[in-house]
């Protein structure tokens, strides 16, 4: 299985260059270098599968820059929210699974549930199908979300591209319900066509919410939407 050779897969979820690889590496090292001792082994097996494209960082050897893009946001969560232990987190918008392995690598959660498109929530099927990763998953395509309650709320490069009607159905079941939220947004939706809540419309979708920068900044406009947070 390379599927994370696949050109549609590159282009939607493996777009990460070597350079930003490496500007994620430095703030995990300033933030969060714990995670790059003896845990580090954990994180780095999400490389095992889909034969990704690596490149070699100092100290730390051969890496996917997605796998340090998904640790740069585990060191974010920890910051901004403590210790995830015993919480149910829900992540819209999943891609193959990566982002779950490594959450679920760090914390031992109480659940953790998957919103994506049927075909898309297939591949994260198989990927975390993984007697090494803790239960329970739990799978949700669009049509079966139903309102329910999250300790935490992650959604990156997704939530803010989806159409406004998804957003708002997802708004009022999983988002504005959960405790705390981490979105990585992008004004991306107009360049294809889709016509998506504004900066300021996400921004008043939670009490307390608030926008932080992305660093590094990917794309021009991008910010997190965060709250619950401790800071
Ligand atoms: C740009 S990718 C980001 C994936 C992942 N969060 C990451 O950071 O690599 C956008 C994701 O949103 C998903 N998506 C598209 N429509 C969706 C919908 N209606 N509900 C949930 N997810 C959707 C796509 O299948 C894809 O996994």
New binding site residues.
């Given amino acids: 299985m390379s599927f994370r050779r696949d050109p549609i897969l590159i282009a ?2 493996e777009h990460v260059t070597e350079e930003q690889g490496a500007a994620y590496l430095d703030i995990i090292k300033r933030d969060s270098p714990d995670l790059l001792g003896e845990q580090f082994a954990l994180y780095r097996r999400n490389d095992k599968w889909g034969s990704p494209i690596t490149h070699e960082y100092p100290k730390i050897g051969r890496v996917s820059p997605v796998t340090l893009r998904y640790l740069k946001i585990i060191s974010d969560l920890e910051l901004l929210f403590g210790d995830l232990t015993g919480k149910r987190i829900v992540e ?4 193959y699974g ?2 779950a392995r490594l959450v679920l690598a760090r914390w031992r959660v109480q659940s953790y549930t998957l ?3 049927e075909p ?1 929530l297939d591949l994260a099927r198989r990927y975390l199908n993984d007697p090494d990763i803790q239960r329970p998953l739990n799978y949700v395509p ?1 049509s079966s979300v139903v309102q329910a309650s999250y300790d935490l709320c992650i959604s ?3 939530f803010s ?2 159409d406004r009607n ?1 957003q708002s159905a997802y708004a009022g079941s999983l988002v504005s319900s959960a405790d705390r939220g981490y979105l990585i947004c992008n004004v991306i939706s107009q360049v294809h066509g889709i016509e998506s809540w504004s900066k300021s419309e996400l921004g008043q979708m939670h009490p307390g919410a608030h926008w932080i920068p992305e660093e590094p900044l990917t794309f021009a406009g991008n910010e997190v939407l965060v709250w619950g947070d401790a800071r």
């Fill in positions: 939607m979820f819209i918008g999943v891609g990566g982002q919103v994506d498109l898309v669009p990156n490069y997704s591209e989806l998804v």
